[in-house]
């Protein structure tokens, strides 16, 4: 079973909330043209509309953070495609989702993925690793002669790995410091570690100046741009 991307994009609506105020204990949550392909055993696809749109409950602790998604498994949907699909009548979605936080481009910020996973099993959708922020770590203007300072996120993906060496192209105004020892650190799976690259303007204004940042890593060399001006 996968995602039919064509039908992007999902319309998702508040249905109901479950629990007594101001203490909720899980959000009904309904998506509208979502679409899913099943190639196995026959040819069947699923596709959500307004009168039976697909329902996950998203189950909340008592300080409003969002714990693990389900399906609302008495909500039918129809199939679909070829014969059998249609003698089929009416499926329901079955399984348990996972909610994991990943690091957000802004310092300081996270953000909430959600994956549900179908058939109760399963570790959600791949990711690669990567940086953060990318494609470019941004210091905009930075007064001459002054001293910046920009985090920046190693993000594991769906793989442990070890980290095995950050770099910049060129160390003239860069330069990067490692205080929580990401450099040789191994890095369970969707783990995170920060580092910092900063930058000594120049006694000048008007220059913008550039360079590459290269993490490499046991899975695979990740590449960002600097850039910085005064």
């Known amino acids: 079973m996968h995602f039919v991307q064509e039908s992007l994009p999902w319309h998702v609506r508040y249905l109901y909330y479950t629990g007594t105020l101001p203490n909720i204990t899980g959000v009904g949550l309904a998506s509208v043209g979502l679409e899913f392909a099943i190639t196995e055993p026959v040819n069947c696809r699923t596709h959500t509309t307004e009168a039976q749109p ?3 409950i998203a189950n909340a602790e ?16 129809p199939l679909e495609g070829e014969f059998l699909c249609l003698f089929a009548g009416e499926g329901t979605f079955e399984g348990t989702g996972s909610v994991t936080t990943v690091p957000s481009c802004t310092e300081g910020a996270e953000s909430i993925t959600v994956s549900l996973i179908s058939g109760g099993g399963g570790e959600g959708e791949e990711a690669s690793p ?11 203007r930075v007064a001459t002669e002054g001293l ?7 993000n594991a993906g769906s793989e442990p790995l070890t980290v095995r060496s950050i770099s910049l192209g060129s160390t003239s105004y860069f330069a990067v410091t490692d205080p929580n020892g990401c450099i040789g650190a191994r890095l369970a799976e969707r783990g995170t570690c920060s580092f910092h690259v900063l930058f000594d303007a120049p ?5 913008t100046l550039r360079t590459t940042l290269t993490v490499e890593t046991s899975i695979r060399t990740l590449e960002d741009a600097v850039a910085a001006s005064t």
């Open 130 to 140: 990567s940086l953060c922020p990318a494609p470019t770590v941004e210091f905009s």
């Open 54 to 56: 697909f329902v996950a």
């Open 62 to 77: 008592s300080s409003g953070v969002i714990t693990g998604m389900g399906p609302d498994e008495e909500e039918l949907i």
């Open 203 to 207: 006694g000048e204004r008007e220059r």
């Open 148 to 154: 910046a300072r920009r985090t920046v996120t190693i």
